[in-house]
């Protein structure tokens, strides 16, 4: 993969005056935040570099397993801590965002940080002046892709050891379904590829990713597609809704409801679908959208649940009930779709 050559020596010059490096990822982390951020974290240490991560919040359990997980500070949980680590250091790298506004209430303390920025990310439009130096690619399959290529274009790629390879191994799969979307071109493979080379054992990671369960997520799981799946059939698309009684009776733990977005998408005839999740009562509402083919997920997104993400795969909010937050969906998708297939 091509990289800007003045963007690659910036890079390699601050890494090589950092003498602790701060690592972040987006609130409500998923492998391939959470793959990237441990992945660099692993290089560094092979490199004899100190680095820390800071998350927003809490980390999902099924990602635990990955080598460097229990030395992450969550800046919900510890923010004496994040401000020390914040104050010493001399780098910041953001991984797998566009906008600082991604990391919460995390962003107020960063931004009293002022010493240089890199970003590493597939989303688009990232926002401006976010870096000092940028490395924007949307057409990779995830920031783990995105980071491994940075590294060989770095010419650190013997520096990538076994457990650095387990993390970017895990952020490429989870960010594409297990290779199921965003994986078309030939480079992830090649990527995959050599990673597995060294050394990942594929099924022990399936397994620690897929096969964790907790039986409350799994009968979480079932609740949502019998009793809380709805049908708009007439626009292609449906939706899941979750209260905080659904997720309070099954015992929630963050990372439970990951992926569940994806299951309508898997109904005959349905390209676009959204899951609403009740996060405080009456108050706030995450929401999560897929798509498949043409329509732009990011953009509705943006329009009308204040979000963005990627064209397929988005995210957003709403500040007030759940049953607003779905009467907006059913209010404003259905023209949407309109407009996008009339084009
Ligand atoms: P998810 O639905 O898995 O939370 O997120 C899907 C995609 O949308 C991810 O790439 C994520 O970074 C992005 N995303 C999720 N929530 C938000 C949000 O509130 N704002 C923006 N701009 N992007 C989001
Ligand atoms: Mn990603």
Same mark, same amino acid.
């Given at each position: 993969?091509?990289f800007?050559?003045e963007?690659l ?15 972040i990822?987006?609130?409500?982390s ?15 240490h ?5 680095a ?9 359990g099924n990602?635990g397993?990955?080598?460097?997980? %229990? ?7 510890n ?16 991984l797998?965002?566009?906008?600082v506004? $991604? ?22 439009? =990232?926002?401006?002046g ?5 490395? /924007?690619?949307? /057409?990779? !399959? ?6 491994y290529?940075?590294i060989?274009a ?17 952020g ?12 078309s ?26 096969? %964790?369960?907790?039986?409350g997520?799994?009968r979480l ?6 009793? *809380?799946?709805e ?22 733990? =963050? ?17 676009? %679908?959204?899951?609403?999740?009740? *996060? ?10 897929? %798509?498949r083919d043409?329509?732009?997920?990011? /953009?509705y !997104?943006?329009q009308?649940? /204040?979000?963005?993400?990627h ?16 009467? $907006? ?15």
């Amino acid at each position: 993969m091509d990289f800007n050559n003045e963007h690659l020596s910036r890079f390699r010059e601050l890494i090589n005056n950092a003498s602790s490096i701060v690592l972040i990822p987006h609130k409500n982390s998923d492998g391939d935040a959470i793959g990237s951020i441990l992945g660099w974290w692993n290089l560094f240490h092979k490199l004899g570099k100190k680095a820390t991560v800071v998350v927003p919040d809490e980390v999902p359990g099924n990602l635990g397993w990955m080598h460097g997980a %229990s030395d992450i500070l969550v800046h919900e949980h510890n923010r004496k801590n994040v401000l020390t680590a914040l104050s010493e250091a001399d780098l910041l790298m953001f991984l797998d965002f566009n906008n600082v506004k $991604r990391t919460g209430d995390l962003a107020d303390d960063l931004a009293e940080v002022t010493v240089p920025r890199v970003m590493i990310d597939h989303h688009p439009d =990232p926002e401006e002046g976010i870096a000092d130096v940028l490395f /924007s690619e949307v /057409s990779v !399959s995830s920031t783990c892709e995105l980071s491994y290529h940075l590294i060989n274009a770095l010419e650190w790629n013997q520096h990538i050891s076994l457990e650095a390879a387990e993390c970017f191994y895990a952020g490429i799969i989870t960010d594409t379904g297990v290779l199921s979307y965003n994986s078309s071109n030939p480079r992830t493979y090649l990527a995959v590829a050599d990673l597995v080379g060294k050394g990942v054992d594929k099924s022990l990671i399936h397994k620690e990713l897929f096969q %964790s369960n907790s039986l409350g997520r799994m009968r979480l799981l079932g609740h949502v597609l019998c009793n *809380k799946l709805e049908l708009m059939e007439e626009n292609g698309a449906a939706f899941i809704s979750l209260s905080l009684d659904d997720l309070e009776k099954h015992n929630y733990q =963050p990372g439970d409801t990951e992926g569940f977005v994806n299951y309508p998408l898997g109904i005959k005839g349905i390209g676009v %679908s959204a899951m609403f999740t009740e *996060k405080e009562k009456d108050k706030f509402v995450k929401v999560s959208f897929r %798509s498949r083919d043409e329509v732009p997920v990011n /953009s509705y !997104s943006e329009q009308f649940f /204040s979000g963005g993400g990627h064209v397929n795969a988005a995210g957003g909010e709403w500040h007030g009930t759940l049953e607003e937050a779905i009467q $907006r969906f059913r209010d404003t998708l259905p023209e949407f779709v309109q407009k996008i297939k009339s084009k």
